[in-house]
């Protein structure tokens, strides 16, 4: 992976930016979300640091997924009524694709995101009504209103804690895979994926890449 080396904008420290579509990062110093415009970042909202409820995941997490290596670059963290959820940016050796790992109370499902013309419009989607799209049949079983809990590492999409996030979840049929429509403030996102299990995931190094200033 290429590495970009930033100031950041509220602290001065050093932040390093592995992901080249990354389009927003969050300080591990101080927590600042910046926005990556024009090569620089720039400040955009506020402070915000995310509690760690335990998972196996973490920011710069190593190891292998699905016998792949990877690392943890990025995570999200989103609130419905039913809770939250948690996304993790997944950088995997020699692979240019977009991957995520979802994670919503135990359960997993890797994600990669889809590029497409169009998407189809959050009012039109429904639970049950099956659509035709990209070429393939897609049964809604899930559609949802969420917002941004918040974040940390490297995001190849803008947001800000607070904004909305709804979704429309499903599966493609007779494939054994599902998807996800992610309706975010500046873009619209069409994920596919499968279920994984934690043993898909083996971790080497969960450490902390900011550790060391603390120290
Ligand atoms: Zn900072």
Not at 18 to 23: C, E, L, P, T, V
């Given at each position: 992976m290429e590495k970009q080396t930033f100031a950041c904008p509220s602290c001065g420290g050093t932040l390093e930016l592995?992901?080249?579509?990354?389009?927003m990062a969050v300080c591990g110093y101080c927590n600042q979300t910046s926005f990556v415009e024009n090569g620089q970042l720039k400040l955009a909202g506020d402070k915000n640091e995310l509690a760690n409820y335990g998972s196996k995941l973490s920011l710069a997490a190593k190891g292998t997924l699905i016998g792949l290596k990877f690392m943890i670059i990025g995570h999200v963290r989103f609130e419905y009524f039913g809770g939250f959820w948690d996304e993790w940016l997944v950088g995997m050796d020699g692979q240019s694709d977009e991957f995520w790992i979802h994670e919503d109370e135990g359960d997993l499902i890797l994600y990669t995101k889809m590029e497409t013309e169009t998407i189809p419009d959050y009012q039109q989607l429904k639970i049950g009504t099956p659509i035709e799209f990209a070429g393939k049949r897609l049964f809604p079983t899930e559609k949802n209103k969420a917002q941004i809990l918040g974040g940390e590492g490297e995001l190849p999409y803008r947001v800000l804690p607070g904004q909305q996030a709804d979704f429309v979840d499903g599966i493609f049929y007779g494939e054994g895979t599902v998807f996800s429509f992610k309706f975010l403030p500046e873009e619209t996102q069409f994920y596919r994926g499968q279920f994984i299990k934690w043993d898909e995931i083996v971790i080497e190094k969960a450490d902390n890449p900011y550790s060391e200033q603390f120290k």
């Open positions: 592995k992901y080249r579509f990354s389009k």
